[in-house]
């Protein structure tokens, strides 16, 4: 057993000295003043705060619990007031009965009731100083330290563990309080311990053995010896980390990239597979082995992405990465569009030509590339606008090649423009004729004309005659006549034309006629018939003309 000694309320006061006026007729009368307070605190009962009381009787200064009705004490434990005088101890005593290891019955303190008393036997008191202090005294048996054995944790990687601790204690009944005492490697991971138990956080992607010590202390304040904690971490298979990438391209061309992963407890991943896949507005994707490959939409740019994973060799997928695509804007050239065009033989025609371009205004700069053959006519541009002039005569189908060209500088693949030439009935071209005759003499000349697509025309047709005056003209077949008027020459002239078999007449053609002059012979006069009677005589005048 033990003896355990605690002061539970202390108190002091000063003494003015004896002043005989306050108590007349009283030998060595003293007066004390209140001077202080103190604390009372039993063990296992009430705490409180109380003044000391100094109060006068003859020679004796008596000091009174104030503030405090009880305070009770433990049935083992007694009491024990020391009395100090200017800070020297005068005055002890106990409670009884007070031989320890002896169980006492508790002790009952009750306001005033006397707690310490001294008599100065008429000494000068001026200045003192009083204090009186009280104490518990208890025989407590003696406290036995607890015990704590080895013990072990196993867990996973990247997964924490957790075991109750526990001390073996004599005393029994003791609270105990656990403390680390050599904690773990931090490379290892980290522990803690909340009420009884051992926490332990494994490092990421940390395995294997490590230990820490600890140890354990009871409520009286004893500790325990010193245990060891074996903390075993299984290793489990790390899913690989997907690496984010960029793939970019330009439109309407594929990209490429080569997919990748880390993995901290395997070879590197080879198998890889998509898991969302870009809008099929933007594109397609699809992986062969560990490369990407990213076909743009036609005529498609911007920004878009996709998200695949990868698979270890124990066939643990990784948590998706995302492949951010970009495809960068190309000018796309334009798309020149084929056309026709009819025209009638030996008639220029024009047809407007067109181009399409899908990302910039419609061209208006177009270009000859292959020409029609340069028997078959000329072909030139203006602005859109394509004529075609075909060669005299000729008609059939031809061709030529044009592109076009747009804003950024771009130039279209060639189209082609059909030209069909229609073919048109050609008039004959009559022939201009001479005719030279005498005088009073008919003549006659052939008539002829050409045409370039019938036979030769056999049917003529006087347009303008000759003058009257100058004679006449006919035709039979193909021969024209003239019959000059009776006695006349000089030149004169007549037009005609010619018909086609297909009905067509030329433009006139002038036949020239000269009708030469000839000398006439003298016309003697008319015979008359003259009557008369016989042998009279008749005269007759005869003119001769020429």
Known sequence: MALLLKRIFSGACRSRGNDPSEFPGRRDASSLVIFGAFIVAALYSTTGTAAVE???????????????????????????????????????????PVSFPYI???????????????NEQGQSTAGNTYRVTGYQVCAE????APSVSDTGLVTAEDTSGAIA???????????HSFSIVSSVNPAYGSAYISGTTLVFTPSPNWYGTTSLTYNATDSQGAVSNVATVTITVTPVNDPPVAEPNSLATYEDTAGAITLSAADIDSPPPTVFQIVS??????GTAWISGSTLTFSPAANWSGTTSLTFIAQDSAGAWSAPATVTITVY?????????????????????????????????????????????????????????LTFTPA??????????????????????PATVNITVVAVNDAPVAQPKTLTINEDTQGSVALSASDIDSPVPTVFQIVTGPSA???????????????PALNWNGQTSLTYRAQDSAGAWSNPATVSITVNPVNDVPVGASVLKIRTKESRPVEVRISVGN
């Not at 526990?166 to 609270?175: E, H, N, Q, T, V």
């Not at 990302?359 to 000329?378: E, L, M, R, W």
Request: aromatic letters at 10%.
């Open 141 to 144: 048996p003696l406290n036995s």
């Open 277 to 282: 896949a870009p809008n099929s507005a933007y």
């Open 329 to 385: 804007p190309v000018n796309d050239a334009p798309v020149a569009q084929p056309t026709a065009l009819i025209v009638n033989e030996d008639t220029s025609g024009a047809v407007p030509l067109s181009a399409t371009d899908i990302d910039s205004p419609p061209p208006g700069v177009f270009q000859i590339v292959t020409a029609p053959n340069g028997a078959h006519g000329t072909a030139s541009i203006s602005g859109s606008t």
């Open 165 to 175: 601790l526990g001390a073996y204690d004599p005393d029994g009944g003791d609270f």
């Open 469 to 483: 005056a100058h004679g006449t003209a006919t035709i039979s077949g193909s021969t024209l006549t003239f019959e």
């Open 392 to 413: 005299p005569n000729w008609n059939g189908s031809t061709s030529l090649t044009f592109r076009a060209q747009d804003s950024a500088g771009a130039w279209s693949a």
């Open 104 to 118: 006492v019955d508790g002790v009952k303190f009750t306001r005033g009731v006397q707690a310490a008393s001294y």
């Open 54 to 96: 100094c109060s006068y009787q003859r020679d004796v200064h008596q000091y009174r619990v104030a503030g405090i009705d009880s305070c009770n004490m433990p049935s083992r434990c007694g009491y024990r007031y020391i009395l100090s005088i200017n800070g020297v101890d005068r005055y002890k005593s106990y409670t009884d």
